[in-house]
Nanobody
């Protein structure tokens, strides 16, 4: 399984970005997908997750009300819409496919990781 995360960039505080996680080979369409973020020197942090059919989602408390996660099964893409960004959201964002169809906040549940996309929020 190869995942590709994209959509990162530089944005001012209060702005929005939409991250995409694609699987060109379509081998994870029945897996739960999670988004995590990491600042260099810190532990990878759970952000959001969605189950195989989009019927179940989970968001970290720090992003609830600002971020949404969705998936387009036809396009085999999972999206992370990020609104009202602040400087604390600055990090490298990774998407990952889970071992099964459900979701988890535990990074160990996910065994296929994309390369990460950098999000920088300026004040």
């Amino acid at each position: 399984v190869q995942l590709q995360a994209s959509g990162g960039g530089l944005v001012q505080a209060g702005g929005s970005l939409r991250l995409s996680c694609t699987n060109p080979k379509r081998t994870s369409s029945n897996n739960g997908v999670g988004w995590f973020r990491q600042v260099p020197g810190t532990v990878r942090e759970f952000v959001a997750a969605i189950n195989w059919n989009g019927g179940s989602t989970d968001l970290a408390d720090s992003v609830k009300g600002r971020f949404t996660i969705s998936r387009d099964r036809a396009e085999n893409t999972v999206y992370l819409q990020m609104n009202s960004l602040n400087t604390e959201d600055t990090a490298v964002y990774f998407c990952a496919a889970g071992r099964g169809s459900s979701i988890s906040r535990n990074a160990n549940y996910y065994n296929y990781w994309g390369q990460g996309t950098l999000v920088t929020v300026s004040s």
